[in-house]
């Protein structure tokens, strides 16, 4: 089994950057992809940013030129660099595990516990 942990959440004022990271435990998965959702408050959970085992990503409009998602496939883990905050940018963010499908990972079927991000 795969189990999933997010880090680096928290408060940040408008046009800070917090750094998300995300380990996974267990078996590999060196051949799925990776992504990251948000659940902001009153709207639909949204795919925020995958990236696929040989390093294609994709991310959502909204955070176009703002956020990177990278990974490490050595140490198992994931990354959402997130710049120029907004506060629409406050939700929870969850780390997933997914197969990519169509340009995405939106197919997740691996969720973390999410971490908070506060921007205001």
């Known amino acids: 089994d795969v189990q999933l942990v997010e880090s680096g959440g928290g408060l940040v004022q408008p046009g800070g950057s917090l750094r998300l990271s995300c380990v996974a435990s267990g078996d590999t998965i060196s051949r799925y992809c990776m992504g990251w959702f948000r659940q902001i408050p009153d709207k639909e959970r949204e795919g925020v940013a995958g990236?696929?085992?040989?390093?294609?990503?994709n991310y959502a409009d909204s955070v176009k030129g703002r956020f990177t998602i990278s990974r490490d496939n050595n140490n198992q883990m994931a990354y959402l660099q997130m710049n120029s905050l907004k506060p629409e940018d406050t939700g929870v963010y969850y780390c997933?595990?997914?197969?990519?499908?169509?340009?995405?990972?939106?197919?997740?079927?691996?969720w973390g516990q999410g971490t908070q991000v506060t921007v205001s």
């Open positions: 990236i696929e085992s040989d390093g294609s990503t």
């Open positions: 997933t595990i997914g197969d990519w499908d169509a340009g995405s990972c939106d197919a997740a079927f691996l």
